[in-house]
């Protein structure tokens, strides 16, 4: 755990902690060498060395599709994955100035005129991760961000204060082969709880259960 103050690498000072997961703690943190720019860095503990490799794994895979995405920018830019420390991995992205939709949809579903416009979104996401010969399979709310396009967090609850989709969590995205990996049970296509053979459509099965949710404010049946 790093303290508030603390200085990393003599850059990125930490301004306090963001999130926790089960193996990593996210810090909100300022690049002393950017103009004090707000960066999110996540530690991830050598523990388990297998978290720690999944970890930088999908922080390169990340990086590739921010770079080849540039015009929509839908993914976080990675600053600099940090792995010369023998307690920890840290790896350093843009800070993004949002809330999950998932905890969006816990208040009400969205507007139609709002699925609408965010589905455009996804779909152009999935399409891109299509094009570069992979399938993501466990698109669901939890690993959308709406990033915030006001100031006043008193419009939290309103989506339709908020402004473009960022997308996280690429631990699931494999190349097109057999499905033995983790899924979510609500959004998950049938082939996935039978760990049969996942392709594109198994990706379609996904989306259409997260606007599921984000119609009717309620997770598949």
Known sequence: MLNKGFVLENRYKIVNIAGKGGTSVVYRAVDLKANNAQRAVKEVMKTNGADAYNARQESLLIKEFCEKDVKNSYFPNIIEIIDNKPEALYIVQDY??????????????????????????????????????????????????????????????????????????????????????????????????????????????????????????????
Not at 116 to 134: E, Q, T
Not at 182 to 192: H, L, V
Not at 196 to 216: K, P, S
Request: with cysteine.
């Open 96 to 221: 993004i100035d949002g809330v999950s939709m998932e905890k969006l949809l816990a208040y009400d579903p969205f507007r139609h005129k709002t699925v609408l416009r965010y589905a455009k979104d996804i779909c152009s996401v999935m399409s891109f991760i299509h094009k570069c010969g992979m399938i993501h399979s466990d698109m669901k709310p939890d690993n959308i961000m709406v990033v915030r396009s006001f100031d006043d967090f008193e419009n939290m609850k309103r989506p339709d204060k908020y402004g473009k989709l960022k997308f996280i969590d690429f631990g699931s995205v494999i190349e097109r082969r057999q499905g033995t990996f983790a899924y979510t049970p609500a959004y998950a296509a049938p082939e996935q709880f039978n760990k049969e053979e996942l392709d594109e459509r198994t990706d379609i099965f996904n989306i259409g259960a997260t606007l599921y949710h984000m119609l009717t404010g309620k997770k598949a049946p």
